[in-house]
């Protein structure tokens, strides 16, 4: 056994591999957990028509807005839970411990969250559509637009999770925090979805998101892991 | 003389106004086992934690092999802390397995390390059905699977009856004897049955 060797180094992309691969099992074994998020958003975008009444233009002239703020208060919803249990466990020792840029492992681990609640989110987005009588475009524009929207807001979400992990009434504090730097996010969202139903054109507010969806991925870890090994201190 | 695996020098740590560590020093050689003792309170887990990375001195350094560099300490250490980083929901079994991964330690057989600590038996259920003991020794078993010079544990003896210390105790004294080296805090651990450990009282050293 080769101890006292100098060790090549570690390829951070196996360790992402493993990361994201334990994140999709543990998010395998707690469906029930996965599933409130989505839950949520489908009560709400099923409960506006009700209340609204079945108006065609009025539900048209909605739709992109009340979907995109079910999408957000349902993503947002599970934020503060992105690294409390690792907290809890101690599993959040080994990350920073790991021997491996820790804002990559952090990129990894929201990535895999934002599979098991943006992208289900985004998947399931089209039959609620229906209710709003969007246009297939409008569909389109917005399956496009949570996809990127809740990426973003994902990795808000792990800012302010990790900024209020350690303080006491946390989740408050993560809402404070967190609902009004997704405002954007939410604005261009929905506004991508109202040109579409309006049969303009809305690739801008898309690339838009595509832009605030890259540099959260690439930023966003480098806040999240010195506040990460601040909560743990 | 050689460099030291770790080396702590004049270490001091503040919680709130609290000094928890007032200039300790340390130093661990390829080959020793260190056990940390003291009463509850003493610092013992924050001295562990400081040698690990995860609390910072506001004075003193931390050096593994004469480097403090960040990336390197950790590669060259394993930290297993009072709180296990074992996943309730995943066997005893992925947990290791995954933890490997991680480390991307040169593949070492995780079912031999499971085996060592004796949890083959239930290495395929999930970690929560285990008792206390059987998650101590899964937690441990990580120790075995990825390679590095030190460990730090934090009272690794918690929850495991004698058959289970005396595994432990062989797989410490495996790991210094091929030139690793072991620093643990071990409040009730009879130094005297183990001669070549090493003690250090904290509260004394801490006066």
Known sequence: MPLMTDRAAPSLAAAVRAVIHRELLLAMRRIGDLTTPLVFFAVICTLFPLALGPSRELLALVGPG???????????????????????????????????????????????????????????????????????????????SLALGTLILAFLGALGAALTLAARQ???????????????????????????????????????????????????????????????? | MTTPILELTEVCVERGDNTVLNRVSLRVDAGEVVVLRGPNGSGKTTLLRVAAGLTAPIEG???????????????????????????????????????????????????????????????????ATLSAGQRRRTALARLLVADANLWLLDEPFTNLDDLS???????????????????????QLAVDAHSHYRAMDIGAAND
């Open chain 2, 61 to 127: 350094t931390v050096r593994y092999r004469g480097s403090d560099d960040a990336v390197t300490a950790q590669r060259e250490m394993l930290w297993c802390g009072h709180k296990s980083g074992l996943k309730d929901e995943l066997t005893a079994r992925e947990n290791v397995a995954w933890f490997q991964q991680l480390r991307q330690a040169a593949a070492r057989d995780v079912d031999a390390a499971l085996t060592r600590v004796q949890v083959q038996d239930c290495a395929d259920r999930p970690v």
């Open chain 2, 165 to 187: 210390s005396s595994i432990v105790h062989e797989c410490i004294n495996t790991h210094v004897s091929q030139g690793g080296a072991c620093v643990m805090a071990a409040h």
């Open chain 1, 170 to 233: 946390g989740n408050a504090l993560l809402s404070l925090l967190v609902v009004p730097l997704s405002l954007p996010v939410l604005i261009v969202g929905a506004r991508a979805v109202a040109l579409s139903s309006a049969q303009s054109d809305a690739t801008a507010a898309l690339k838009l998101l595509a832009a605030g969806a890259l540099l959260s991925v690439v930023l966003a870890p480098l806040a999240v892991a010195p506040a990460l090994r601040i909560a743990v201190d």
């Open chain 1, 66 to 144: 009340v979907v995109w703020v079910a999408a957000l208060l349902a993503q947002l919803l599970t934020a503060s839970s992105i690294f409390r249990q690792d907290f809890e466990d101690g599993a959040l020792e080994l990350y920073i411990l790991a021997g491996q840029p820790l804002a990559g492992l952090i990129a990894a681990k929201v990535i895999a969250y934002w599979v098991v609640t943006g992208l289900p989110l985004t998947v399931v987005s089209p039959l609620l559509a229906v209710t709003y009588q969007m246009p297939a475009a409008a569909v389109i524009t917005l399956m496009a």
